[in-house]
């Protein structure tokens, strides 16, 4: 087998060992071939090259892994997969597996069935196995803000040492970090792997498979407090990563953050910290440098910046600091720079109908909205500073009251105009008003929009943020509509 193509006989091997087997299934002769776990696997077809879990997006040669959602049950499409000429990972209880034996019958010969009692373990073993085979520099990423941007800006610099792999957008959890270790070949140099948490003990189950040499966390603030509960907990939960760095690692820390302290005593290697302030390497930040982009300086060094906001700069620093702890230097930091991309909705400007967007859109809570409507009032041009705001989700028994307090801190702030959308992100308008500003209340996007056109002109800057529950990106082309008409 080549080294990139995960041999279905060794997939196995590894799960039986992990008491996670319960049988295969492959083509034969007179149709499926059922094999217990106990029974020799050592003959299986084929293998696989990284995974998914939607079967209509699948690459060539990717496992499937047949997971029952809210929508769909994976468990239906297996067959058609199989067919296909896919190895695909599915569940099988005491009621047996869940798939069409005609479609079964139809198998590729190269293709067949991982069984397993529980796939999201089977696919998380399947995973550090995999990275288990692989001699490379790996960074993980975690933090309350700013993680999927600096994972963003530490993949670019990376990249112009050599071949980088990088978590996809925002797959960060139980399942999308696995799916990014399934990806990792033999030609990748580096990987920067993001971790999300929403209780404490998640990172604890991600970080091993990953088995980062650095580790990074952004900062600490209040967010997902429905499951985490305090400020306090969500330090924890964020140091979860430092536990399994090994002792010639590198732990690369907020020194401006909360919890920094308790981070630093539990780092079990050297820790090198970044901040405004009493860190080992100080940074600050120029709004606009001599080519019209912002730049962050490091320890006297002056770096261009290719997103806005001051938040940025700390996020480059960080991944800076962590590219600079792989041994990388910084010339190629700098080529890899050049081909930077972030992902989508994360702080990217547009210009629509003569406005300028800011769109935020992807996700939210108090700090990044707040520091947001700060960015949002320092981007060039002397326009008005309207904020169009979903709800942040996750925040507990609380969540009016932040949102009240979220409010009246944007309003002590540039904009000068907020939209909230929806009934639950009508708080944040009663903070705003309260502290002296303008809102509106919409009750869905497409209502949000006609009042952005009947409030805004071009010149303005214009801010889109709200919880993934909220769904604001989905008002750009509204926007689009609603600007062209008025």
Known sequence: MGKDLYSAAEAARDLAEAGLLTGTVTSGPGGPTFRGPEDRQGELPGGFA??????????????FVALKGDHADGRDFMGAVAAAGHWVLAEKTNEGPRFDPASLRKMSPGAGVLLTGDPVAALSCLAGRWRSRFDLHVAGVTGTNGKTTTKDLLAAMLSGAGPTCATEGNFNNRLGLPLTLLGLTAGHRYAVIEMGASAVGDIARLAPLAAPQSGLITNASPAHLAEFGSLEDIIKGKGELLDVLPANGCAVLNADSPGFAQWKERAPCPVVSFGRKGADQVWSWRPQGPDGRPQVVVAGQTWSVPLPGEHNGANFAAALLVARSFGVDDEFIAAGMKNFAGSAHRGVLLEIGGRMILDDSYNANPV??????????????????????GAMGELGSDSEAIHERTGLELANGPVEILISVGENAHPLGTGFDAGGGVSHYCIDLEEAARLAAIHTRAGDRLLIKGSRSAAMEAILPLLTAAFRKN
């Open 50 to 63: 990284g995974a998914g879990l939607d079967s209509r997006n699948l690459a060539a040669g990717q496992l």
């Open 368 to 389: 990044s909205m707040v520091t947001a409507g700060a960015t949002l009032g320092r981007l060039p041009g002397a326009g008005r500073a309207v904020a169009i705001l």
